[in-house]
């Protein structure tokens, strides 16, 4: 007994020892989160290479950490970080090669996770399917549809079951009838004020659809401005704000749609959701945007915003001939679909 006690108490320290570097090498990986300090980018070519430079970094010291710590706690939370970064270097690189070693990595997890941690894997592995979906099939949809299904019967009292039934629904914009219930399914699920308004906003917003759209306010430059006056044109309207990357990243789909349609044909509006004239005109200047965008400085407050129920930007909108809501988010189809409005009578 006495061999016993003496070696329990030399291994303790031990424990202790590497319990300690587990947690200083844990931290070292989440200090990696910060991105790169101190660096002058001139380029954007540039920051893609500091970039891609970073995440190997971080690569590096999240399979470091997997190696060297098998068994800590923060096993899981490594490898879910592991795969979207993986995820991340698809995206930029283009090589498929980084997205099936994120799956492969999520399927690894989701066999070797404690009970508790599985929610977490499953809903990264459908994340993680989502990504790869920008113009989803009938294909695609059915089968995140059957894993959003399966989650929710899995994990029933999951806080994220609503949510990740409402981000599923984004997917369904040109079938109103399947999304309507899907959003009536989130509603049921919804726990929190936050998520059912978001999800009300999304009812109403569909409520829309097929309907004439009033759009009414005082541009950048203070003109009066009434989409009426485009009756018998194609509208675009784009919903945007500076200080949302992806919306920057989309006005230069808006402007190729511009140019690619006779101005007598197609019009473009934006409305923005910029906090003070000063950032908004700073962006119309530098994007050269030389159409007239109705701003009041609201934000997502803005009596426009609200009466049109937009919570996500950037939102594009395709408004026939008549005045009619005709998509509820154009991305990539925007072209064909304006090209077949303006065949309609």
């Known amino acids: 007994m006495k061999a016993l006690l003496l070696l329990a108490a030399f291994l303790l320290p031990l424990v202790a020892l590497a319990t300690d570097r587990a947690e200083t090498d844990w931290n070292a990986v989440l200090a990696l989160e910060a991105g790169p300090q101190n660096l002058e980018i001139h380029s954007r070519e540039e920051a893609r290479t500091v970039t891609l430079a970073h995440l190997y970094k971080q690569e590096a010291g999240l399979r470091n950490f997997l190696r060297e710590h098998p068994g800590s706690l923060h096993v899981v939370d490594a490898q879910l970080r592991l795969a979207r970064l993986l995820a991340t270097r698809c995206d930029l690189t283009g090589k498929a090669a980084f997205y099936q070693a994120a799956q492969r990595l999520l399927n690894e997890a989701l066999a070797s996770a404690p009970e508790e941690r599985r929610a977490d894997v499953a809903f990264a592995q459908i994340a993680l399917g989502m990504l790869r979906m920008p113009v989803p099939t009938d294909r695609d949809r059915d089968l995140l549809t059957g894993q959003m299904n399966a989650f929710q019967t899995h994990y029933p009292n999951d806080r994220r079951v609503a949510s990740l039934i409402a981000e599923v629904a984004t997917l369904f914009d040109d079938q109103p009838r399947r999304k309507q219930a899907l959003l009536n399914q989130a509603l049921a699920a919804a726990r929190t004020p ?152």
């Open 194 to 345: 936050e998520l059912r308004a978001r999800i009300e906003d999304d009812l109403r917003r569909l409520a829309l659809l097929g309907r004439p759209i009033e759009l009414r306010g005082k541009t950048a430059t203070g003109a009066d401005f009434d989409l009426a006056q485009f009756r018998g044109k194609v509208s675009l309207v784009y919903f945007f704000a500076s200080w949302s990357p992806p919306s920057l990243a989309g006005i230069a789909e808006v402007e190729y749609l511009r140019k690619t349609f006779a101005k007598e044909t197609v019009a473009v509006i934006g409305v923005s959701l910029d906090p003070t004239p000063e950032v908004l005109d700073a962006t119309l200047k530098v994007r050269a945007i030389p159409w007239p965008v109705l701003f009041d400085g609201k934000g997502w407050k803005s009596p426009l915003v609200r009466s049109l129920s937009i919570n996500a930007l950037p939102t594009l909108w395709v408004i026939d001939r008549q005045g009619k809501l005709r998509t509820l988010n154009a991305k990539t189809e925007s072209e064909a679909l304006v090209r077949e409005l303006l065949k309609e009578p």
